[in-house]
């Protein structure tokens, strides 16, 4: 059997913009991305700390460094610039292999940067 599980998630990044006007998705800081090795294109689920949505859209590479998490498209409507939001990526492992994963866990800074 094979199952979906959690592949990695970014823990808590605060939404630097919400833009209506562009084709969906959302743009993430580069750095992070690579953290939680989360690739361009990637379907992610999405959850909003402050109102409780959650919805699944696609990764967009942001520029390196700069802590951007905008929400675009339709998404832009399911939050508001400063709410925190968790990002989580998922894959699929036979059940055996899936008991032993252990996900890749990103917890950035209040602004978005990788602590080191």
Do not use: W
Request: glycine share 6%; with cysteine; proline share 3%.
């Amino acid at each position: 059997m094979i199952i979906e599980i959690l592949k990695s998630k970014i823990h808590r990044v605060k939404v630097t913009q919400a833009e209506l006007n562009y084709v969906g998705s959302i743009t993430i800081d580069e750095d992070l991305l690579d953290a939680a090795h989360i690739i361009s294109n990637e379907k992610l689920q999405i959850v909003n700390n402050n109102n409780g949505e959650r919805f699944e859209t696609y990764a967009i590479k942001g520029a390196r460094g700069t802590g951007t998490i905008c929400l675009n498209g339709a998404t832009a409507r399911k939050v508001q610039v400063g709410d925190i939001l968790i990002i989580m990526s998922y894959g699929s492992l036979p059940m055996e292999e899936a008991k032993a994963y252990q996900p890749i866990l990103v917890f950035p800074d209040d602004n978005n940067r990788l602590l080191k």
